[in-house]
């Protein structure tokens, strides 16, 4: 399986094949672990594209992106779903998303849903704790060190992250060399290091029941 740059999927997105019944609007940093789940599922009668990841920096731009997604492809599907989250959208995705008659993914963001939402609810030191997933593992620089300036006053480190106690890296695959980069990323940080393996949590189990569902105009 050709998996998408994750520079591509950060700035632009992904585009959908147009050939199958269902699509999938999600966001860019998740795409390689739909399309790994599309791939040992055989679901060929599911396409996908992607926003770019880097709307997350700027949540307020979300739901009108899938909104103007949703009107773009509209007519070429039976069926939408919109594989976001809350995603710090304050409940505005939920209510286009219900005005527009689609489903999307339940859960205050992807942390949660990976890692299963009732099961990330029952955590109780959260609150002081920093998230990575793979793909944020790999674009740590592009999402957080960047954006925050932290490349050219790294001063501000404190003033940013003073408040974490702990990094958890919640990894979808067990691969050593991602661990590596979010155990690095921890160090930068000053922060202590956790690792859950989740796999693919609830996104799985909510795939599955959205692929399985019969044909029906959306």
Same mark, same amino acid.
């Given at each position: 399986m050709d998996l998408p740059d994750d520079t591509q999927l950060t700035e632009a997105g992904l585009a959908p094949a147009?050939?199958?019944?269902?699509?999938?609007? @999600? *966001?860019? !940093? $998740?795409?390689? =672990?739909?399309? %790994?789940?599309?791939?040992?599922?055989?679901?060929?009668?599911i396409d996908l594209t992607c926003l770019p990841a880097i709307l997350h920096n700027h949540p307020e731009r979300i739901t009108p992106a899938i909104e103007a997604a949703i009107g773009k492809h509209r007519a070429a599907y039976e069926r939408i779903f919109v594989v976001y989250a809350d995603c710090g959208t304050g409940g505005r995705l939920a209510a @286009? *998303?219900? !005005? $527009?008659?689609? =489903?999307?993914? %339940?859960?205050p963001h992807c942390y949660?849903?990976?890692e299963g939402?009732?099961?990330?609810?029952r955590h109780q030191d959260e609150i002081s704790a920093f998230y990575l997933t793979?793909?944020?593992?790999?674009?740590f620089d592009a999402f957080i060190w960047e954006p925050l300036g932290l490349d050219r006053h790294p001063e501000l480190r404190?003033?940013?992250?003073?408040?974490?106690?702990?990094?958890?890296?919640?990894a979808q695959t067990d691969?050593?060399?991602?661990?590596?980069?979010?155990?690095?990323?921890?160090d930068r940080l000053g922060l202590a290091f956790e690792r859950r393996l989740t796999g693919y949590?609830?996104?799985?189990?909510?795939?599955?029941g959205w692929a399985r569902l019969p044909s029906s105009s959306c």
């Open positions: 147009l050939t199958g019944r269902i699509l999938l609007i @999600a *966001c860019g !940093a $998740l795409a390689r =672990e739909i399309l %790994a789940l599309k791939s040992a599922n055989g679901w060929d009668h @286009a *998303c219900d !005005a $527009l008659g689609v =489903e999307m993914v %339940a859960g949660a849903f990976y939402n009732a099961a990330f609810a793979d793909f944020l593992a790999r674009q404190e003033m940013y992250f003073g408040h974490y106690t702990k990094l958890v890296y919640q691969d050593p060399a991602l661990t590596a980069r979010a155990r690095a990323c921890a949590g609830d996104l799985a189990t909510t795939l599955q």
